[in-house]
C-alpha cells in the first residue's frame, strides 16, 4: 500500500466518523451505505489491476505468436519487439514490453530485460515461458519455433482454465440466490414486527417505533456484511481471485443500501 493509499483511507475514515456524528437530518441508513460505498469505489482500483492482469494474461500467447512472426520474417530481436510494441495486447503487457524495450536500449541484456519483467509480472506461468525463452537464447535455439509452442501451449491451458471456471457459474448463482433469501427473510421478518399488535400482543408506541427501529439497523448492518462478503467470496470462486469479487459487491451492497432507502 503505497502513501497515496495511505492518505485516501485515512481522508475516508476521518468523514466516516464526522458523516455520522454529524447532527444533519440524513437517515442512518442512508449514512452508512454511503460510507461503504466511498470504501468500496476506492477497491474498484484493485478491481481494475485486476482486469489489467486478466487481459494481459489473455493477450500473451497473441504476443509471443506476433513475436515469431516477425523473428520468422528476418528481423533481429531488438527490431521485432519494437514491431510487436506498435501492436495492442492490452496496457499491462504493452507497457512491459516497452520496459524491455528501454532496458535494452540502456544496455541491458535481453536475459536480465526478460528477468526483470517477470518479476514485475509475478505470474507462474509466465515466468516459466520467459525462463524457457531465456535458456533458448544461451544454447543458441531457434526461438521463433519455441515461441510458437508456447503460445499454443498457453492458450490451450487458458481455455481449460476458463472452461473449469465457467463450470462455477452456477456456484455464483447460488450465492445470489442465498443473499436474495436473506434479504427476503428480512423483509418478512420486518413486516411481522411491524404487524405484531395483530396477535394480541401489545406495546406502547414509543417501544413499538424504537424496536422497529433497531430491527431495521441490525438488520442492514447484517445484510452490508453480507453483501461485502458474498461479493468477494463470488468472485474468488468464479474467478478464482477476490479482487474480481469487488464488483459484485459493489452490485449487492448498492441492492442492499436502495432496499433499505425504500423500506
Known amino acids: 500500500m503505497n502513501k497515496r493509499d495511505i492518505l485516501y483511507i485515512s481522508i475516508i475514515s476521518v468523514f466516516s466518523i464526522f458523516f455520522i456524528f454529524l447532527p444533519i437530518n440524513i437517515n442512518i441508513f442512508v449514512k452508512i451505505g454511503v460510507i461503504v460505498l466511498l470504501y468500496l469505489i476506492y477497491s474498484l482500483k484493485y478491481l481494475q489491476e485486476y482486469l489489467e492482469y486478466e487481459e494481459m494474461v489473455d493477450n500473451f500467447p497473441l504476443f509471443l505468436r506476433d513475436l515469431s512472426h516477425y523473428l520468422k520474417i528476418g528481423q533481429p530481436l531488438p527490431v521485432a519487439l519494437k514491431s510487436v510494441s506498435n501492436n495492442y495486447y492490452g496496457k499491462r503487457l504493452n507497457r512491459e514490453i516497452k520496459y524491455i524495450i528501454s532496458e535494452m536500449e540502456y544496455g541491458k541484456t535481453f536475459y536480465d530485460a526478460l528477468n526483470d519483467s517477470a518479476n514485475r509480472i ?103 456484511i453480507n453483501a461485502i462478503f458474498t461479493g468477494l467470496v463470488i468472485g474468488k470462486l468464479s474467478k478464482g481471485t477476490i479482487k474480481s469479487g469487488i464488483i459484485h459487491s459493489i452490485i449487492l451492497t448498492a441492492i442492499s443500501i436502495g432496499f433499505f432507502f425504500l423500506l
Open 122 to 224: 509475478n505470474n507462474l506461468e509466465i515466468s516459466e515461458v520467459l525462463s524457457n525463452i531465456n535458456n533458448v537464447l544461451k544454447s543458441g535455439g531457434d526461438l521463433s519455433n519455441l515461441l510458437d509452442t508456447l503460445s499454443e501451449s498457453i492458450r490451450n491451458l487458458e481455455m481449460i482454465k476458463k472452461d473449469r471456471l465457467s463450470q462455477l457459474k452456477v456456484t455464483t448463482y447460488t450465492y445470489y440466490g442465498l443473499f436474495f433469501g436473506v434479504l427476503l427473510s428480512i423483509i418478512a421478518v420486518y413486516y411481522l414486527i411491524i404487524n405484531i399488535k395483530s396477535f394480541g400482543l401489545t406495546f406502547n408506541k414509543e417501544t413499538y417505533y424504537e424496536l422497529i427501529n433497531i430491527y431495521r439497523f441490525l438488520s442492514f448492518l447484517l445484510l452490508l
